[in-house]
């Protein structure tokens, strides 16, 4: 299979995934949508893979799903598409490990989706961002719901109707992307902000992903319920304890 995405170390625990298709602004084929789904799939079992950082090469992070390929779809190639990218959101989404993504240039359609999926954003001032389907007669699907979650309703209906862009300044201003950054410097603000997590234990961070995603997926009261299992459970192996009693400790000898 062609190489269409450049995997490196960004520290000794930080995964680096850059699209590699910078002839088409990093445009989402099926051969790139795989290959970015087994590079997510096989972090979350590495054991010297605390985070991962999404990229992209060249002008832009990506342009959304390539246009050749809904060219030359057919009803079944189509379902195909759509749900080999359905499958690299749900595993960027469930991913037991935090994930940012570093937008520059264009991030459209299936691009917002997939970055929507990731923890945190981070976006250079003039990035574009926008779901433009409509134009080509079609809905935005999947993952496009994240949007109002992270937007609002009424500001995820502006994007999703109008097909119209807002600039990454708009992004921050909304909510959709936690940092700016200059286009050179967006990597390295996402890895920033995901070494914030890291400095956590994996174990926590994972249930508290689990417990995100839980609460985005259940009714308010159920989501609340559910979740009081998690807190107890953490008390199970003594690391609460400790962690209040070393901070006590600290708090006394100032």
């Given at each position: 299979m062609?190489?269409?995405?450049l995997v490196d170390r960004l520290a000794e625990d930080l995964l680096?995934?850059?699209?590699?298709?910078p002839e088409r602004l990093n445009a989402l084929s099926?051969?790139?949508i795989e290959q970015v789904t087994s590079t997510i799939e096989r972090a979350a079992t590495a054991a010297d893979v605390r985070g991962v950082v999404l990229a992209g090469t060249g002008r832009s992070f990506c342009a959304g799903v390539d246009l050749h390929e809904f060219a030359t779809a057919s009803t079944e190639?189509?379902?195909?598409?759509?749900?080999?990218l359905?499958?690299?959101?749900?595993t960027v989404r469930?991913?037991?490990k935090p994930v940012a993504c570093a937008i520059h240039g264009h991030c459209l359609g299936g691009a917002l989706e997939l970055a929507a999926c990731c923890d945190v954003r981070v976006c250079a001032p003039d990035a574009q961002l926008g779901m433009p389907e409509v134009w080509l007669g079609i809905p935005s699907v999947i993952d496009a719901v994240m949007l109002q979650h992270i937007v609002g309703v009424g500001r995820a209906r502006e994007l999703l109707l109008t097909g119209d862009a807002i600039s990454g300044?708009?992004?921050h201003a909304w909510g959709l992307a936690n940092r700016l950054a200059p286009a050179d410097e967006c990597v390295a603000a996402a890895a920033e902000l995901i070494q914030r997590a890291t400095r956590h234990a994996p174990g926590i961070l994972a249930e508290q992903k689990r417990l995100h995603q839980q609460w985005l997926e259940l009714p308010y009261e159920r989501a609340v319920e559910t979740s009081i299992a998690s807190l107890v459970t953490a008390f199970g192996d003594g690391t609460p304890q400790r962690?209040?009693?070393?901070?006590?400790?600290?708090?006394?000898?100032?």
């Open positions: 062609h190489r269409v995405l680096l995934v850059r699209l590699d298709r099926r051969p790139l190639t189509a379902t195909e598409l759509i749900r080999a359905a499958r690299l959101c749900r469930r991913l037991p300044q708009t992004a962690l209040a009693a070393e901070r006590l400790q600290r708090r006394n000898a100032t």
